[in-house]
């Protein structure tokens, strides 16, 4: 029984989706998945294990930010033997080709924190990136869903409210499609224990037109994702 957790040994599927929300984990538990059980209430960051299509799924809440999804990603694998994780999250777009609601793989994630240099003692910066099967599979699910999904680099960062918004233009130069929080920890974590991992985000705001989606658009579009997420860990 982990720290942040709680669950006991067998609750939880080796195969994860990891909403930043945990009301979100909630909300997919209730709609996605079936014949469901919540295995974590602690903290409030809601876990709960069900099947779908007839395989063990569970969908446990992260909290927001790559120091809180650190800890859910270690103990998950290292104290419960999980091994396919999926984040499944907003993000805010870079890149003007992307639209409200459109579904992002983050191939890799750029980040802005030092936690990954901290791991090589400011040596080196590493280069988090996603399980190859598991976002080849993604692009191949949301090909048959008639999903138009993006793959590209994104940028983990530590700040929501940056003072240097010009640092994203200059991102989205170098190709970064989007900003987000959690990615570049989970690949990293993952790497480091042998665990595949990906990141499917949904556009919610736009930073260089200051669109935001509504209540309504965002339910749609993260269903869209949470659908091909789905597919993909269970292939």
Known sequence: MSTHIGAKPGEIAERILLPGDPLRAKWISENFLDDTKCYSTVRNVYGFTGTYRGVPVSVQGTG??????????????????????????????????????????AIGASTDSAMNRQRFDGLMDYAPVADFGLLRTAVDVAAGRGVGMSVGPVLSTDAFYTDRPDLYDRLADYGVLVVEMEAAALYTIAARHRARSLALLTVSDHLRTGERSSAEDREQGFSQMVEVALDTIIT
């Open 64 to 105: 927001m930010g790559m120091p809180s999804a650190s800890i859910y990603a270690h103990e998950l694998i290292n104290e419960y033997g999980v091994q396919t994780l999926i984040r499944i999250g907003s993000c805010g777009a870079l890149s003007e080709n992307l639209q409200l609601g459109d579904v992002v793989a």
